[in-house]
Every structure is written in C-alpha cells, then in structure tokens.
C-alpha cells in the first residue's frame, strides 16, 4: 500500500502556498496532487517523496494532517479498457471507491491510479487486481517508477 | 383619538392610590417570598420575617437585588412558594451553562398575567371584532402563549399559527382576513420581502396593526412597516422572568410603553453601583412581580438599559411610560428574536473534541432576518482525513446548537491556529447586522 498524505485546508488564498513553502524547506518532493472541495474547506491529498517527514513537519506547523493507506494501482500499458476492467474487478468484490484520482506517466505512459476505498469484506485485493493484470505498488515501489 | 380601557379605575389611578395598592401587593408578594428557601434566606438577613416588615415601598430597598444567576443556582424549586399542584403553567427559557431558568404560574396567577395582557391589547385600539394572527412562537418561550390567551380573553379571534412559514403566514391572513399580527420586527419586515412572489400586494391584506416585540429595533424601522403595510406598529416589553410580555405596552399615542405599575414596582438603577436613578435617567431596569405568587421574583436585575419618561400621556393612563430597550448590561445576543448568551454557544462547542479551542461567533443581515455563523477549528488530533466525518462533525455542531439555542446556525470549520486569539475578555462576537 502506498501513503497519502491528507491536509485540511481553508478556502481562501494562500493555503496551498503555504502547504508548498513547508515542504519546499525541507526539500519534500511532490508527487502527485489533488484536492477535494467542500466550498469553504477542502482537502488537499498528496503523494510525496517521504510522507512521514512531511506528516510530521506539517504537523509541527499546526496543519491538519494525516497519513491514509491508498491503493496505487498501475496497469502495464496504456490502452482503453484498463480503468473499466479495475472497477469491475472492484465492483466484484464490493468495494466503494471514496476518492480516486488517476494519470498516465507521460515518459513511460504507464497509467497509474490512486484509489481511497472501503473493503466491507476484507478481500485481498492484491490477489484479485493481480488476476486481472494489475499491480499494486507500495511507498517504494511508487518511487523506483 | 379614541382611548379605550379594559380596567379604567386601575390604568387611570392616582399616584398615591396606585402605591398604596403596589404596597399591599407588595406585602402579599412577601408572604409568598418567605416560604421560599432562597427569599427566606434572603429576606430574614434583610430583617424581613413578616410582610408587615416592609411598611414603605421605600423599605423595599431593604431587599436586595435578584439576578439571573441566583434563578439558575435555585434550580429548580428553590424559588417556588406554592405547593407543586397548585402550578398550573411552567414556561422555561434554556441557560448558559446548561441550567435553565422556570417559572411557575398558579391558576390566579396566569389569570392576572392573562389579565394585564388583554389590557395591553385594548390600550392599543383593538377590541373583540380583531383577527388577531399570532406569529410568536408557542411552546416554553413565553410570547405566544401569552398574547394567545390576552387575545382570547379580550374575545379576538386567534390564529394561534406560530412562527415561520411565510407561505402559509400570508395565506392566513388572505383567508381570514387577519387584522392583528404579533410578530417580531425583523419577520415582518421579512414577509414584506416575499409577498410578492405570492402574488400578494399588502394592500390586498386587512392587517391594522402589529405588536412588536422580542427584539431591539428603532423608531425608523416601526415607521417603515406602519408605511409598507399601511398599519400601526405598537413596541411591547416583556421578559420570561417576569412572565414575558405584559410588563409594558403602548398606547395609541405610541409614545413608548406604560409599564403596568399595579402588576410590576420598576426602579432604574445605576449598573455599576446599585444606586437607584431619578426618572428620566438612563440605568438598568429593575422588576418586582405584583401578582406572582407561585413564584415571587423581587428587585430583579433584568440587564435592559432603558429610562421613565416622567410628562403625563394624553390617553390618561398614570402608569408611568418606559422607553425603548436601549441595550444591555450584559452581552446577550437577540437573534431572530431569541435571547442568546455567547456563553450558551462557547459550552457546546467546546464540548465537541473534534473542535479546537478557538472559535467565533458572526452575525449578518440575511435580507430582514438575522444570519447566525459559528466558525470553529477543528483539533489536529482528532483530524480523519475524510469528508464525510467533516461533514457529520459540522451536522453535530449544528444540531447541538440547536438544541441549546433554538436557532439553526451556519456551521464552517477553519483550520487550526487561524482565528484569533484573545487574551483577557475574548471578543468572540462580531455582529455585522444592520440595526433595525
């Protein structure tokens, strides 16, 4: 499983800087971003380079801030059809998707998926997505890509 | 201009006949007071056994102050004179600290409070052919209930409707061809707002006059709605202490409201130290309940700013006249008409542990009626990472609100560390309300 990291942040100007200025001085890198609206609040939910130092150092700034087990997900090659045969393999096994944002690296073009999900039964979803030619990464792997 | 009476003799007494009756009421009132633990306690400190220890309305002074904390600290009974069934009525307004204030009227007592209402009702030029539309809420709070049974004792016909609604407001008074609203200023002023888009032009409508009350508003905003509906506006003055309304109305010469001195002793005090002012000076309004006797309440301390006029009135009436409300010693809120205390807010949602310590209350203007937003932060620790929990954690704080305060509130969460902290007396409030 991969980290992401979850902030709370304001509606108003500035807060994505400051989230940026904290963790350009500790020389953070990011990954991946998105951010969830709810009018005046939102979330901003990140992949980083090393999640529990920028947990800790956003923390200690008086941010909101959690670390969240996501499922990146990776298919192989690019091609129509992969997110459908995903969500079918999900919907099989009964699992909500809360969140997901997903891409494709342009150097490589491997698409890759960042899934926040409730598993009601517990299924071992590495051993399900595998069986229809996904992977999924950990911290680790996400960052040898 | 034609003046009517409901009781002549008593609007219209003279100063010494008027005090030799607060006198023995007084008196009375005492009796009551001493079976109570509080004023038992109170009264014999003060060198009071008997009634007939207070000989002078100027010995009442002798009794001291009761303020609202002394209400809540008695909780329930420790005020109560009577034996439980003789109470006929509770009426309950909630606390700032999670303790209510009660009162308790006996059978002869909510006749007397009924009583002086429908006096207030006749000095204002109604009489028994009025469709009298009730617009205050029903329930604990004591607006509706009381001006219900004032009108029905006057012979009116009511609309007992309630509060809110504004579609159904309108249809009634279409229906019935309502002539007499109660109402507070900021709602009436809000129906206005609406009437057009059913279909409704106030001309189409019977309405004669209104009784304001439950919140502060100025002479403009009483001459705006006497212009938008082509009526006349009356202020009252009331508090759920003191039964609610019926302590002061005003008469057709609408030149603020007697306060009814067979029924209530008023002194002005100096805030700061007690002293009792002359008439026509500024202080906190100080009641004595005449004609309670299931629960007596004397010298209290109702925190409202106002001062007696002291020229005569045309209509003839010698009670003396009290102005309008010209604010407050405390910081008490009226929103929509609801009495609420910063305090009240500050215990729930601190209550809350996913809330942070800081938080702000904010008031605006939503057209006529007031907008009530409560910003809080939310506590790192306590922090999920999912919206869903946001969106419960801000149903949570609102719904709690709403039980202690009666008032639905906008709820945002801000981040942690970003409102401001004050130190000392925090100023959690900002009211940006444009002042009727």
């Given at each position: 499983m991969a980290r992401q990291l979850t902030i709370f942040l304001e509606n108003r100007p500035g807060r994505i800087k400051s989230i940026s200025d904290v963790l350009l001085e500790n020389n953070l890198n990011i990954w991946a971003f998105t951010i969830q609206d709810r009018g005046e609040f939102g979330l901003m939910k990140m992949i980083v380079d090393k999640p529990q130092t920028a947990q800790l150092v956003l923390a200690d700034r008086g941010f909101a801030c959690v670390l969240k087990e996501v499922l990146a997900v990776t298919a192989e090659s690019d091609k129509p059809g992969n997110l459908e045969r995903l969500t079918s393999a999900l919907l099989e096994q009964g699992v909500n998707i809360k969140d997901v944002s997903g891409f494709v690296?342009?150097?490589?073009r491997q698409g890759i998926c960042f899934i926040e999900f409730e598993n009601p039964d517990g299924a071992n979803l590495e051993q399900t997505l595998g069986a229809v030619g996904f992977q999924i990464l950990s911290d680790r792997q996400l960052y040898e890509l | 201009m034609e003046v009517n009476f409901w009781n002549p003799e008593v609007e219209t007494m003279e100063r010494s006949q008027l005090e030799a009756l607060q006198l023995k009421r007084l008196q009375a009132v005492i009796g009551y007071a001493l079976k109570t633990p509080f004023y038992q306690k109170r009264l014999s400190r003060a060198?009071?056994?008997?009634?007939?220890?207070?000989?002078?309305?100027?010995?009442?002074?002798k009794i001291p102050f009761t303020v609202k904390d002394d209400l809540r600290q008695n909780f329930?009974?420790?005020?109560?004179?009577?034996?439980?069934?003789?109470?006929v009525r509770i009426h309950s307004s909630s606390g700032t600290t999670g303790v209510p204030t009660v009162i308790y009227l006996t059978a002869e007592d909510l006749n007397s409070w009924t009583d002086l209402l429908a006096r207030s009702i006749i000095t204002?030029?109604?009489?028994?052919?009025d469709i009298f539309q009730n617009m205050m809420s029903y329930?604990?709070?004591?607006g509706g209930l009381g001006l219900h049974y004032g009108a029905e004792r006057v012979g009116m016909t009511v609309i007992?409707?309630?509060?809110?609604n504004t579609q159904r407001q309108v249809q009634l008074m279409r229906d019935f061809k309502t002539t007499v609203v109660h109402v507070t200023p900021s709602y009436l002023l809000h129906i206005h707002t609406r009437l057009a888009e059913f279909g409704?032009?106030?001309?189409d409508l019977h309405l004669r006059r209104a009784f304001l009350g439950a919140e502060p508003y100025s002479e403009n905003t009483r001459l705006k709605l006497q212009e938008l509906y082509g009526i006349d506006a009356y202020n009252s003055y009331g508090l759920s202490e003191m039964n609610?309304?019926?302590?002061a109305f005003e008469c057709?010469?609408?030149?603020?409201?007697?306060?009814?001195e067979d029924a209530y002793i008023v002194e002005i005090i100096d805030?700061?130290?007690g002293q009792i002012l002359p008439d026509g000076q500024k202080g906190e309004v100080v009641l004595t309940n005449?004609?309670?006797?299931a629960m007596p309440l004397m010298?209290?301390?109702?925190r409202d700013l106002a001062f007696l006029h002291t020229e005569p009135c045309p209509?003839?009436?010698?009670h003396r006249r009290l102005s309008r409300i010209?604010?407050?010693?405390?910081d008490m809120l009226i929103i929509n008409g609801v009495n609420v205390f910063p305090s009240q807010i500050e215990e729930v949602i601190m209550?809350?542990?996913?809330?942070?310590t800081n938080y702000m209350i904010h008031l605006t203007s939503a057209g006529a009626l007031d907008k009530l937003i409560v910003k809080v932060e939310i506590y790192s620790k306590m922090f999920t990472g999912d919206l869903n929990s946001l969106d419960a954690l801000k149903g949570k704080i609102r719904d709690r609100l709403r039980a202690s305060i009666t008032i639905n509130p906008h709820i945002e969460l801000h981040e942690p560390g970003s409102l401001p902290v004050f130190e000392g007396?925090?100023?959690h409030v900002v009211d940006n309300r444009e002042k009727l």
């Open positions: 690296s342009p150097r490589d | 060198g009071i056994s008997r009634p007939e220890d207070v000989r002078s309305l100027q010995e009442l002074q329930p009974a420790g005020l109560l004179a009577v034996d439980m069934e003789e109470v204002t030029g109604c009489c028994r052919k329930g604990l709070f004591t007992p409707v309630g509060g809110g409704v032009k106030a001309s609610g309304p019926s302590v057709v010469y609408k030149k603020d409201m007697h306060l009814w805030p700061a130290t005449l004609v309670r006797h010298r209290y301390r109702t209509c003839g009436r010698t010209q604010g407050r010693t405390d209550a809350i542990p996913e809330v942070g007396k925090a100023k």
